[in-house]
């Protein structure tokens, strides 16, 4: 009897581990199938042809790609897309995930198509329930117009212009108002100066306090609408090249580093400071490719440094009728002395400029020198003033300094003396 019950027991407990052991199988769900449907097929150009407002109740989609997002801040809860008939905006419920390039499907249930100051506008759209991405990296290539060009068919089209500039009160001027999150217009023109159209930035996005460039180029943004006026909305400052001289401008002397070296055009270099195997920190030396660049920072430490970029002797005796006018794009990072501007008519061009010539400074009359911003991004210094200092044999240089408890970086390019 005993035996029999010791097998009963043993039978038993097999069972119990048996089903504890295969009630640990858990069965996770499956994530559900996006299941979205397609229904017809719209173009954009369909749907902005539609009477206004317009609700969608069936299934329907339209497919597009995404020309700009909210990453930069000069939007937000909106995107732009467009196909191969037209361009239009979205209103999002929320941020989301849509980054410019994104191919996407755009599922119309219960979205309106409509119009606000002049923009047609896709509303209600939930990025959730109403977009389906498709893939990615699929960038669309800026349709190039001129400002006269730019009316109401453009309407949130992605576009490049060319051979355009701001307009002398908006240049060298911040975006917008970031301090106090302003939206703020600048204007650009072309060379004739007989077509304009506003820039609007918002005072939200990260590159509100960042300057305007004073010089020639070309930008690509999206059209945008008010009312009656037509206006532009850049993705980011890094598409707006303005690199070339302004319209119209006349450079007595010029230096861009763009071939590589610092001392080209009778540039000199002099330098004392602290040498690290092999490296004279602090020297300005150019930097990749094409700008001038000096750091004190080497080997995870501070040394102390003083670096002189001189320019060779410039002849302004030359500009007459005439004002010489000094420009250069700067950027600065880290926390350490200001760069530091001067001008000398009496300088040998040779020796130690830290006991040798009549130095004066410049550095408080220059309009524009870059901050910390945590960003790599030029700014115009603005023009500065040089019949002052009219000679036929008149220097600039850029002084560098660090000390060994900090230093910042400083790069230096399109350095130009134009006759105003």
Same mark, same amino acid.
């Given at each position: 009897?005993?035996?029999?019950?010791?097998?009963?027991? %043993?039978?038993?407990? #097999?069972?119990?581990?048996?089903?504890?052991?295969?009630? #640990?199988?858990?069965?996770?769900?499956?994530?559900?199938?996006?299941?979205?449907?397609?229904?017809?097929?719209?173009?954009?150009?369909?749907?902005?042809?539609?009477?206004?407002?317009?609700? @969608?109740?069936?299934?329907?989609?339209?497919?597009?790609?995404?020309?700009?997002?909210?990453?930069?801040?000069? %939007?937000?809860?909106?995107?732009?897309?467009?196909?191969?008939?037209?361009?239009?905006?979205?209103?999002?419920?929320?941020?989301?995930?849509? !980054?410019?390039?994104?191919?996407?499907?755009?599922? %119309?249930?219960?979205?309106?198509?409509?119009?606000?100051?002049?923009?047609?506008?896709?509303?209600?759209?939930?990025?959730?329930?109403?977009?389906?991405?498709?893939?990615?990296?699929?960038?669309?290539?800026?349709?190039?117009?001129?400002?006269?060009?730019?009316?109401?068919?453009?309407?949130?089209?992605?576009?490049?212009?060319?051979?355009?500039?701001?307009?002398?009160?908006?240049?060298?001027?911040?975006?917008?108002?970031?301090? !106090?999150?302003?939206?703020?217009?600048?204007?650009?023109?072309? #060379?004739?100066?007989?077509?304009?159209?506003?820039?609007?930035?918002?005072?939200?996005?990260?590159?509100?306090?960042?300057?305007?460039?004073?010089?020639?180029?070309?930008?690509?943004?999206?059209?945008?609408? @008010?009312?009656?006026?037509?206006?532009?909305?850049?993705?980011?400052?890094?598409?707006?090249?303005?690199?070339?001289?302004?319209?119209?401008?006349?450079?007595?002397?010029?230096?861009?580093? !763009?071939?590589?070296?610092?001392?080209?055009?009778?540039?000199?270099?002099?330098?004392?400071?602290?040498?690290?195997?092999?490296?004279?920190?602090?020297?300005?030396?150019?930097?990749?490719?094409?700008?001038?660049?000096?750091?004190?920072?080497?080997?995870?430490?501070?040394?102390?440094?003083?670096?002189?970029?001189?320019?060779?002797?410039?002849?302004? !005796?030359?500009?007459?009728?005439?004002?010489?006018?000094?420009?250069?794009?700067?950027?600065?990072?880290?926390?350490?002395?200001?760069?530091?501007?001067?001008?000398?008519?009496?300088?040998?061009? @040779?020796?130690?400029?830290?006991?040798?010539?009549?130095?004066?400074?410049?550095?408080?009359?220059?309009?524009?020198?870059?901050?910390?911003?945590?960003?790599?991004?030029?700014?115009?210094?603005?023009?500065?003033?040089?019949?002052?200092?009219?000679?036929?044999?008149?220097?600039?240089?850029?002084?560098?300094?660090?000390?060994?408890?900090?230093?910042?970086?400083?790069?230096?390019?399109?350095?130009?003396?134009?006759?105003?």
């Amino acid at each position: 009897m005993n035996s029999f019950r010791n097998i009963l027991q %043993l039978t038993i407990l #097999c069972v119990g581990v048996i089903w504890l052991f295969q009630s #640990c199988k858990k069965k996770y769900d499956n994530p559900p199938v996006n299941t979205i449907p397609v229904g017809g097929v719209l173009t954009i150009a369909e749907i902005k042809a539609l009477p206004y407002p317009h609700k @969608f109740v069936g299934d329907s989609s339209v497919y597009a790609v995404v020309t700009m997002d909210e990453s930069t801040g000069n %939007l937000y809860k909106n995107i732009f897309v467009q196909d191969a008939t037209g361009a239009i905006n979205v209103r999002l419920f929320s941020s989301g995930s849509i !980054n410019e390039g994104d191919s996407i499907r755009i599922y %119309l249930k219960n979205t309106v198509v409509g119009q606000y100051t002049g923009m047609v506008q896709l509303d209600s759209v939930d990025t959730d329930d109403n977009i389906i991405k498709l893939a990615n990296n699929r960038h669309l290539t800026p349709q190039t117009v001129r400002i006269d060009q730019i009316e109401q068919s453009l309407q949130s089209k992605l576009i490049s212009i060319d051979s355009v500039e701001f307009v002398s009160s908006s240049a060298g001027q911040t975006w917008a108002d970031g301090q !106090n999150q302003v939206s703020l217009d600048r204007t650009i023109t072309n #060379c004739q100066e007989t077509d304009e159209i506003i820039i609007r930035s918002s005072g939200y996005s990260n590159f509100a306090d960042d300057l305007t460039p004073s010089g020639n180029g070309q930008l690509t943004a999206v059209v945008t609408q @008010f009312n009656t006026t037509m206006q532009l909305l850049i993705r980011t400052p890094d598409e707006v090249l303005f690199n070339n001289p302004r319209c119209g401008a006349i450079y007595v002397f010029s230096k861009d580093f !763009n071939d590589g070296s610092i001392t080209s055009g009778g540039w000199t270099s002099y330098w004392n400071g602290t040498a690290v195997g092999g490296t004279n920190v602090g020297e300005w030396e150019i930097y990749g490719g094409d700008v001038a660049s000096a750091s004190n920072y080497e080997g995870g430490a501070n040394y102390s440094t003083t670096s002189w970029l001189i320019s060779p002797p410039i002849d302004l !005796n030359t500009i007459a009728p005439g004002t010489p006018v000094l420009s250069f794009d700067n950027v600065t990072q880290y926390s350490g002395q200001a760069l530091e501007l001067w001008v000398s008519t009496d300088y040998d061009g @040779f020796s130690d400029p830290d006991v040798q010539g009549t130095w004066i400074n410049l550095t408080s009359i220059v309009p524009n020198w870059d901050v910390d911003s945590g960003d790599w991004d030029f700014v115009s210094s603005g023009g500065i003033d040089l019949s002052a200092y009219k000679s036929g044999s008149t220097f600039i240089a850029f002084k560098y300094q660090g000390s060994t408890s900090n230093g910042a970086t400083w790069e230096l390019d399109n350095i130009n003396i134009e006759n105003q």
